[in-house]
């Protein structure tokens, strides 16, 4: 499906936004280890979340659709699931496969996970070699470096071990794993990344304890107390809005119920640093996650530099915040980001193609990129490259873009970002042809 855009004279109106997709991940897999009856409100129905929910009901665990919005989970307690009897298809999630990976090494039968193409190229040692540490049997392609990952129970002990990246997706694997492992375990982040699994461990009753970038889990754990949780709407998706309506003139935005748990909301710290106000208001908290709705008018923005803490708080935003540079006055500099270079594609790269083909000033370095602005940009057909986020943001660079944007392969945004066209036609009308 490829998506026309055409430039527009302001992004005007309010809008919901779907449910994060990190969160509705971890609340359906806690609501499959917990006893009884878990609802899910306001979850993400995305390509992701659907991998993930597959993969739930493979192993046996019961989750349906109770109302338009509301997903259930029966759930039978932490030895609740039962040996699966495929390969269990996590699609294009790594998500799914990461974390997966982590319950899955506990388990006392065989697994294995598998996927699409883009996810089978994806690194995994950095989940598999720490679960070696605690005793698991996992193996993989090239040495086990790649998916599929094969699976065998094993009796896990705790470790401390110190991640080599940032990544809330290693964190994850290795706190869940650490439910069915004897004793603690202690997992040290060289940076902050996103901290949903930790909030809603400790909200289910788990022994968990935070440090600044210390994180430590006592195994093997209780079965977890069921969820009643509301998903807020998710801030990666909010950025794109947020983007768009500063980018162009005369726009006026109201982005609610979106989830602004700081380990998320790093774009805010640098477009602020650009010069964009964003006011948050009616800020509050909601199901142990602060949530508050973003009001952004159109605005002049200058250049700024990327780099070390900020990175992974905003590790999803880099496509998005390229765009931006492209407008504001100076040279924008990403450094720290080579994690980019791992994600659905090589980023960096991705990023740089696409944003070229639009006229963008822009030049890759090996961990990050340099954008000169301001830069006007021109319409032209642009591959995704099946990247969901690239496809937004080049959808957004559209709203821009003099004459038309055509996104190729534009039917990979229901990834992560279902209902991204018709709130984009809702807020500018004769944007999509
Ligand atoms: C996610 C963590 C991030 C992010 C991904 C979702 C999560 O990945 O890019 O979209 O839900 O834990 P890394 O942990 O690999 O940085």
Redesign the pocket.
């Known amino acids: 499906m490829n998506l026309r855009v055409r430039p527009v004279s302001g992004l005007r109106g309010a809008i919901d936004l779907p449910g994060d997709?990190?969160i509705t991940?971890?609340a359906l897999l806690l609501g499959s280890l917990s006893a009884g009856a878990s609802r899910i409100r306001g979850y993400l129905d995305s390509g992701d979340c659907r991998a993930t929910m597959g993969c739930l009901r493979a192993l046996g665990v019961p989750v349906e659709q109770e109302a338009e919005d509301t997903l259930t989970v029966r759930g039978a307690g932490l030895r609740g699931w039962r040996e699966p009897e495929n390969v269990l298809n996590c699609v294009r999630s790594?998500?799914t496969m990461?974390?997966m990976a982590g319950l899955l090494a506990g388990q006392p039968f065989y697994s294995v996970l598998g996927g699409e193409a883009q996810l089978l190229r994806r690194p995994m040692d950095r989940v598999a070699q720490p679960l070696r540490l605690m005793g698991a049997q996992i193996t993989g392609r090239q040495s086990g470096k790649l998916p599929p990952l094969t699976l065998v129970g094993a009796p896990l002990h705790g470790i401390e071990y110190t991640l080599p990246?940032?990544?809330?997706?290693?964190?994850?694997c290795l706190l869940l794993a650490g439910l069915y492992a004897e004793g603690m375990t202690t997992l040290i982040e060289p940076g902050p990344?996103?901290d949903?699994?930790e909030r809603m461990l400790r909200a289910r009753g788990v022994e968990l304890s935070s440090q600044g970038l210390c994180h430590a889990v006592r195994g093997p754990a209780n079965d977890l107390t069921p969820l009643d949780l509301t998903v807020p709407g998710d801030f990666?998706s909010a950025a794109y809005f947020l983007v768009g309506a500063l980018l162009v003139e005369g726009s006026e935005v109201r982005l609610r119920h979106v989830g602004v748990n700081p380990t998320r909301t790093g774009l805010l710290d640098a477009l602020r640093a650009m010069g964009a106000e964003i006011t948050l208001l009616d800020e509050r908290e909601e199901g142990g996650e602060p949530v508050a709705d973003l009001l952004v008018r159109s605005q002049g923005l200058r250049a700024t530099t990327v780099a070390g803490d900020l990175v992974?708080r905003m590790?999803?935003e880099f496509p998005i915040l390229a765009l931006a540079a492209t407008q504001a006055e100076g040279v924008t500099r990403v450094r720290d980001a080579a994690?980019l270079r791992?994600?659905e594609t090589d980023r960096i790269a991705t990023i740089v193609e696409a944003l070229r083909a639009l006229g963008a000033r822009i030049e890759p370095r090996p961990d990050g990129f340099d954008v000169e602005g301001p830069t006007p940009l021109v319409g032209a057909a642009v591959d995704s490259f099946g990247d969901h986020r690239l496809a937004m943001t080049l959808a957004v660079a559209g709203l821009i873009a003099r004459g038309e944007t055509t996104v190729l392969r534009a039917e990979w945004i229901a990834d992560?970002f279902p209902g991204f066209e018709p709130r984009l036609q809702a807020l500018a009308p004769g944007a999509l042809s």
């Open positions: 997709k990190s991940h971890r790594g998500t990461r974390l990246v940032a990544s809330a997706q290693v964190k994850s990344s996103r949903h699994t990666s992974p590790i999803d994690e791992v994600k992560s």
